[in-house]
């Protein structure tokens, strides 16, 4: 497929995969899609922690339409295999899936040169693995020898390697919020002048700098549940509900810093910080704010929501029960759920269109089809805004004592960033 209907194919599919992904988020933040060079050739480059996830925000909201590399036992899988044509995917065979085939990645090395070499963009993950770790994994060597070997055969391509950080909130939760940050494209001809072997392994490293640049990372989850409740702490929000993802990330790498060579300067406050941000993380997480329903200010046309409800209770169901009830790691259940949304939701509001049609008439069953989708997202939006008054009503500070901790940890925090200025080179961009 080339031409007309090959753009018109990649216009659909972004189109899709952004509904799917706005439905699944309630927040898809984007910074930096300024830097995307457009109109001439990339290899994106991206970390790989959210699985299907990652792909679809690549596909729906970078501005371009890059071929991925997928595994090659996705596609015999009944579900991915029809998503992997749709996109135009090309397989990798991983030598722990397939020793006897890695031959074949010849043949998709080969299509992604020529994808490049027409002007075109082409996506891959190059840790090889989606994973659920706090912390990025060893690169394989496939972007780079790539972007070598496509500039190698054609000399003057103004090939570009374009890295970019996704940061979820809570990857694996519904209506949760995920952030797209594009970092600085990298020019890889600057490495054609090292023997090739040399070559690969300095632009291999040259883009973990930059994907670092764009990612968060962490030793632990313990550690990372502590910055991150330290960095909303200092945003003015110890929820962190309030507070935009692109400044969170901002925050926790700079805290991430302070968390790792504080501990080797002053291990003494080092341990006190820790134990009162483990008080104040109890505290927080024990609260649960209470309130009663109430349509009054919630979304426009609220009192659509109980009917929305109704519509679309048996499809939320099925979705839930099969991200929670599949065997699968942390990092599949945005998958599960992306996908049997996809399924459960068209197939329940046909259902219901087709059994009211058949009893109140063909214009019924229509209406129904329409309002099923309609009203289910006034619901989503209507709750959403109940959920938000009620924790603006409570406040993210539910005791005495937790206040007294947020205020205590401010004021550490800012003379951390007075007396230790080399912890962190963020500064001006942490007061926003």
Same mark, same amino acid.
């Given at each position: 497929m080339s031409g007309?209907?090959?753009?018109?194919?990649?216009?659909?599919?972004?189109?899709?995969?952004?509904?799917?992904?706005?439905?699944?988020?309630?927040?898809?933040?984007?910074?930096?899609?300024?830097?995307?060079?457009?109109?001439?050739?990339?290899?994106?480059?991206?970390?790989?922690?959210?699985?299907?996830?990652?792909?679809l925000l690549l596909l729906a909201f970078l501005g371009v339409r890059p071929r991925m590399l997928a595994k090659h036992t996705l596609f015999r899988h009944p579900v991915m295999a029809p998503l992997l044509w749709l996109i135009r995917a090309l397989p990798v065979y991983r030598r722990q899936d397939a020793p006897a085939q890695m031959a074949r990645n010849f043949k998709s090395f080969g299509a992604c040169v020529r994808v490049l070499a027409d002007g075109g963009a082409v996506a891959l993950?190059?840790?090889?693995?989606?994973?659920?770790?706090?912390?990025?994994?060893?690169?394989?060597?496939?972007? %780079? &020898?790539? *972007?070598?070997?496509?500039?190698?055969?054609?000399?003057?391509l103004?090939?570009?390697?374009? $890295? =970019? /950080?996704?940061?979820?909130?809570?990857?694996?939760?519904?209506?949760?919020?995920?952030?797209?940050?594009?970092?600085?494209?990298?020019?890889?001809?600057?490495?054609l002048a090292a023997p090739n072997p040399a070559a690969v392994r300095a632009l291999t490293a040259r883009i973990r700098v930059e994907l670092d640049a764009v990612g968060v990372a962490?030793?632990?989850?313990?550690?990372?549940?502590?910055?991150?409740?330290?960095?909303?702490?200092f945003a003015g929000d110890p929820s962190g509900a309030s507070v935009p993802l692109s400044r969170q990330a901002s925050l926790w790498r700079w805290?991430?810093?302070?968390?790792?060579?504080?501990?080797?300067?002053?291990?003494?406050?080092?341990?006190?910080?820790?134990?009162?941000?483990?008080?104040?993380?109890?505290?927080?997480?024990? %609260? &649960?704010? *209470?309130?009663?329903?109430?349509?009054?200010?919630?979304?426009?046309?609220?009192?659509?929501? $109980? =009917? /929305?409800?109704?519509?679309?209770?048996?499809?939320?169901?099925?979705?839930?029960?099969?991200?929670?009830?599949?065997?699968?790691a942390p990092n599949d259940r945005a998958t599960f759920a992306l996908l049997g949304g996809l399924l459960f939701f068209p197939l329940s509001w046909a259902a219901q269109a087709v059994l009211i049609g058949a009893f109140a008439g063909a214009w019924a069953g229509l209406a129904v089809a329409f309002a099923a989708p309609l009203f289910g997202w006034v619901a989503l939006v209507a709750l959403e805004r109940r959920e938000g008054q009620v924790h603006s009503r409570v406040g993210p500070v539910a005791t005495p004592e937790a206040a007294a901790i947020v205020g205590q940890l401010r004021d550490e925090f800012e003379q951390l960033m007075a007396k230790e200025p080399d912890l962190g080179d963020e500064r001006g961009d942490l007061h926003r």
């Open positions: 007309a209907p090959s753009r018109l194919l990649d216009r659909c599919v972004a189109a899709l995969a952004r509904l799917l992904l706005r439905a699944f988020f309630r927040q898809v933040e984007l910074i930096g899609l300024e830097r995307v060079p457009l109109g001439q050739p990339l290899l994106v480059v991206a970390a790989h922690v959210n699985s299907v996830a990652d792909p993950f190059p840790e090889g693995v989606s994973h659920d770790d706090p912390h990025p994994r060893p690169l394989k060597t496939g972007a %780079a &020898r790539l *972007a070598l070997e496509a500039l190698r055969r054609h000399p003057t103004p090939l570009r390697i374009l $890295p =970019v /950080g996704l940061v979820y909130e809570q990857k694996g939760r519904f209506r949760s919020r995920v952030l797209l940050e594009v970092g600085a494209p990298l020019d890889p001809h600057d490495f962490f030793g632990t989850w313990d550690e990372a549940r502590l910055v991150a409740r330290a960095a909303a702490v805290f991430g810093r302070v968390h790792g060579q504080l501990e080797q300067r002053d291990p003494r406050r080092f341990a006190d910080l820790v134990a009162r941000l483990e008080r104040l993380d109890a505290h927080l997480s024990s %609260a &649960r704010p *209470a309130g009663t329903w109430s349509t009054h200010g919630a979304a426009p046309f609220a009192w659509l929501a $109980p =009917v /929305g409800w109704i519509l679309n209770y048996l499809p939320y169901q099925l979705v839930g029960a099969l991200a929670r009830g599949l065997p699968q």
